[in-house]
């Protein structure tokens, strides 16, 4: 069983990949990637073929389904939860047949154990007269096929039933979709079977694809739904039946088939298949290049260039194992070479290529979520994560500049003499004013195109778009062919930028048509995704024929031959990147199923209450703290779908009640961001583990470094709840670039007291002082609050002399207590806008309050229907305890001055030690 040769084989390349020995050959990395991203077994010949079908099937599937073709033709329509069905019967059969089961005692005792402890669950919670004899002749089934092992190079005829098994529990839902309509509620046993052998399924298969946490957190939800009864009294509920766990969790929509797998179906899929067909294309590899070309000369260069391509690469790529194989084998052996010991030099990878999955267009899977859980376009999404993202990158350069300057490294000989620096920055002004030309001659263009050719305007814009490309491509036919050159070679000088970039300009194209279609015509992620894969299609079949011709090559079938082998590489690596992310949705629905089940939210939220003392402050650090203990072994997405669903509603509640109108989009942001963490958190960040099996340092040390990095990107969530300016919410374009240029200010000077290190080597004092400086430019409110407070008490009897001094369309803050709507006793902020009117009684009136005054109390007396009242959460009988009337403020931006000043103190102290002592490098 364990003692198979070839998985002891498998456990040396993992044991290795945790520090054992060196970095692992390029071979061996591929293994490694491939265990964790798209399924580590190896197999060949008819079985490999036939698995390439499935996954082109699954590729083709996801392509005809987000397409306008099924609607134009009438046939191949798939509703939902039909789409859902089909989706995860793919990821369930490809998980078994591609991800041979760990081979620890840990993990087969995981797999016994799970399949026994539900079997009797699941029979302990049948109700009278339900049959239950078969459900341990399952749970034995699941376990003997845990027994019986796991080999990486062959599928064993157990482990065919299994991932034939699993994806027929998964179809079950499409072929009998009518009958299972006619009897919501009411499950027949044939409907027992099958939910209670997929769930088991579903959770061996998360063991296989993802790891023992997420397969253990689902499990103690399955567990928590049946045994409420016997919880703690403060999570306690009357616990759920099989037949209502059964209805729940997989004959309807509430559970596995819920939001998370209908967002993997519906979004994920054509966004992770874009990227895997542009990666195949070349454009990985053309961004490193730019990136090397532009960067490499400056200090710390390869490491500034690792950042600047992974920020490219993050532009399609939501994983950031992939990103870090991708960029990390050409830039940390070249981070190596300039200086960087392996840890910081992997560390630089993880930190910038875990960014990606905040970068936009193309973020993280649990972005797409939000669309459906926050109820806001994807476009809106992008909008608010885009400043974040950007100020996070700039502050990641600065970081590794600082490194530089510490360790007295220099760049890469550049492979050109430059022109002087007017010359450069006209020429600068120059690129930028033409591309903004073109942007605007392309954007009123194509907005003349659409009226006046409604019905051919697609394939006027398609016409477009293909002259564009062939002419880029004939400009890149004049360059040469850009290679991925060995790191490991003595480098002489970098490659030239105009040639590099020229070569696949491109490459661009499709980037821009996904970008126009999310940004401009504002269609669906799953449209805009499926115009974006097909132009890339489009471009992966045409591209080397094309550059053939243009070249004169005569070898022209051949180029054919390798555009279609090109497109099947695509599309199967798509769809077998897709498999973890389809199986860790449709798993994390296990939980939020549950939690809608069990009620165990608002549980949850009165111990969080009761913890955090009802402060705001400590509530987002028990949800920082949460997410980054779930790091540790879920993936991202499952990771934002548990604590979204747990917290996300607790943090609004508590901010309302703190007076702090937190909008959902933001909450939901900050748990998105303490989640992309989990692939850096030691023990088990999966992309330290992978950078360090590239430049053969200790992973645990690479992922301390690079969270150390990464403090960046866990401050900003913290900064925006406080200041949604960050997140562009209510302002102006001329607000949101003065925004960003103070924000991003502010986030150097964070990112220069973290490494130590400003102009100088940070005194302890300095360090507090940069610290200071950069919250005063994040917050400037908090200070101004402090002198010159924006609200004044007044007597809750003095309400409507309040109201009446109050300017109309400002707020008055209410401090109310009443009972919720379980009629427990609360106390929160109600916010109310003033409406017009002659006396204080009549503005409150247009707002939609009436009170009245009961033995010295403000009493709430009535609140109109759908009034401006009524949203803030007031209603009948409620106590004014507290009234706040906004007064004048002077300008929060003031406090600019001060922490200005002090910033130029401490450029004038580090400036002078400067001049005194000449500095002496220190090791990286």
């Not at 502050?395 to 590794?400: E, G, N, P, Q």
């Not at 430049?695 to 949604?724: K, M, Q």
């Amino acid at each position: 069983m364990t003692n198979d040769p070839n998985q002891q084989q498998a456990a040396a390349v993992e044991a290795a990949a945790t520090g054992d020995r060196g970095g692992l050959t390029q071979a061996e990395l591929d293994e490694l990637v491939a265990s964790s991203d798209t399924g580590g077994r190896g197999a060949f010949g008819p079985v490999g073929i036939f698995l390439t079908c499935v996954a082109l099937a699954w590729s083709l599937f996801q392509l005809w389904i987000a397409s306008p073709i099924p609607f134009m033709v009438g046939w191949g329509v798939f509703n939902d939860t039909e789409a859902r069905s089909i989706h995860l019967a793919f990821a369930m059969f490809l998980a078994f047949a591609a991800f041979p089961a760990t081979r620890s005692g840990f993990q087969i005792g995981l797999g016994i154990v799970v399949p026994l402890v539900l079997a009797v669950l699941f029979m302990m919670g049948a109700k009278d007269g339900t049959v239950t004899w078969w459900i341990p002749i399952v749970a034995l089934a699941v376990m003997v096929a845990v027994l019986l092992g796991s080999p990486k190079d062959r599928i064993p005829v157990w482990e065919w039933a299994l991932a034939l098994v699993g994806a027929l529990a998964a179809l079950y839902l499409f072929v009998y979709y009518r009958e299972i309509s006619g009897r919501v509620g009411a499950p027949v046993l044939q409907d027992f079977v099958v939910a209670v052998i997929g769930l088991m399924l579903l959770l061996e298969a998360t063991r296989r694809a993802l790891g023992p946490a997420l397969m253990i957190v689902a499990s103690v939800f399955l567990i928590y739904t049946v045994l409420g009864p016997y919880m703690p009294s403060i999570i306690s509920h009357k616990g759920n039946s099989l037949s209502e766990i059964v209805n729940h969790q997989w004959i309807t929509t509430e559970g596995v088939f819920g939001i998370a797998l209908g967002v993997s179906t519906s979004f994920v899929f054509l966004f992770v298949l874009f990227g895997s067909l542009l990666d195949r294309a070349g454009a990985g590899n053309y961004f490193i290049q730019v990136a090397f070309s532009l960067m490499g000369h400056m200090k710390g260069g390869p490491a500034k260039a690792a950042v600047v391509s992974s920020a490219m690469t993050g532009l399609i790529s939501g994983s950031s194992i992939a990103n870090v194989v991708t960029t990390g084998t050409f830039t940390i052996p070249l981070m190596k070479k300039v200086g960087f010991s392996s840890e910081k030099a992997g560390a630089v990878e993880v930190a910038s290529s875990v960014n990606g999955q905040i970068m936009p267009p193309v973020m993280g899977a649990a972005a797409f979520l939000m669309v459906e859980y926050v109820g806001i376009p994807y476009f809106d999404v992008v909008k608010h994560a885009f400043l974040p993202a950007v100020i996070s990158y700039i502050a990641l350069v600065y970081i590794v500049h600082l490194e530089a300057l510490k360790a007295g490294m220099e760049g890469l000989p550049r492979a050109y003499t430059p022109k002087p620096i007017v010359q450069r920055l006209i020429g600068m002004a120059f690129t930028i004013a033409a591309i903004c030309a073109l942007s605007f001659i392309v954007y009123y263009g194509m907005g003349w195109i659409r009226p006046a050719f409604p019905q051919t305007a697609g394939y006027i814009i398609f016409a477009f778009l293909t002259a564009v490309y062939v002419g880029l491509l004939y400009i890149a036919s004049k360059e040469k062919p850009l290679e991925l050159d060995d790191p490991n070679e003595p480098v002489t000088r970098l490659p030239l930028p105009g040639p590099t970039i020229r070569s696949g300009l491109h490459f661009i194209l499709p980037v821009v048509v996904l970008v126009w279609a999310l940004m401009v015509d504002r269609l669906s992620p799953g449209l805009s995704a499926f115009w974006a894969t097909a132009y890339m299609i489009f471009i992966l079949l045409t591209q080397r024929p094309l550059t053939a011709m243009m070249r004169g090559d005569s070898a022209f079938g051949a180029a054919v031959r390798n555009g279609v082998a090109d497109l099947i590489d695509g599309l199967e690596t798509g769809a077998r990147n897709m498999i973890g992310i389809g199986i860790a949705t449709a798993t994390a629905g296990i939980i939020v199923g549950a939690v809608s089940q069990t009620g165990v939210g608002s549980a949850l939220a009165d111990v969080v209450e009761v913890l955090s003392g009802g402060n705001i402050l400590a509530i987002l650090f028990l949800t920082a703290i949460l997410s980054l203990i779930l790091g540790m072994g879920l993936p991202t997405t499952a990771n934002y779908i548990v604590v979204s669903a747990l917290l996300a509603p607790v943090i609004v509640t508590l901010g309302q009640q703190n007076g702090l109108i937190v909008p959902l989009i933001a909450v939901h942001l900050f748990v998105f961001y303490f989640g992309i963490m989990a692939d850096v958190t030691p023990p088990v960040g999966l992309a330290s583990f992978a950078a360090a099996a590239v430049s053969g340092g200790d992973p645990i040390r690479t992922g301390l470094v690079a969270f150390f990095y990464s403090l960046r990107t866990a401050a900003l969530p913290f900064l925006f709840i406080f200041n949604t300016e960050l997140l562009l919410i209510e302002v102006t374009w001329v607000q949101g670039i003065f925004v960003f240029v103070v924000a991003t200010i502010a986030m150097l000077l964070f990112a220069a007291a973290t490494q130590g290190w400003f102009l100088a080597r940070n005194r302890f004092y300095e360090t507090i002082a940069l610290l200071l400086v950069a919250f005063t430019l994040f917050r400037p409110g908090f200070w101004m609050d402090m002198v010159a407070p924006p609200y004044t008490e007044e007597a809750p009897t003095e309400l409507a002399a309040a109201a009446l001094a109050t300017p109309t369309d400002e707020d008055l803050r209410l401090r109310v207590a009443g009972v919720n709507d379980l009629g427990d006793p609360i106390e929160f902020v109600a916010i109310l806008p003033i409406g017009e009117g002659a006396t204080g009684e009549e503005r409150l009136e247009s707002s939609g309050l009436i009170l009245r005054e009961a033995d010295g109390k403000m009493m709430v007396d009535d609140v109109l229907y759908d009034s401006a009242a009524a949203k803030a959460g007031l209603d009948w009988d409620q106590t004014v305890l507290r009234v706040l009337r906004p007064v004048e403020q002077p300008s929060k931006y003031l406090m600019f001055i001060p922490a200005l000043l002090l910033l130029g103190l401490i450029v004038f102290l580090q400036r002078g030690r400067n001049s005194r002592a000449v500095r002496k490098p220190v090791t990286a």
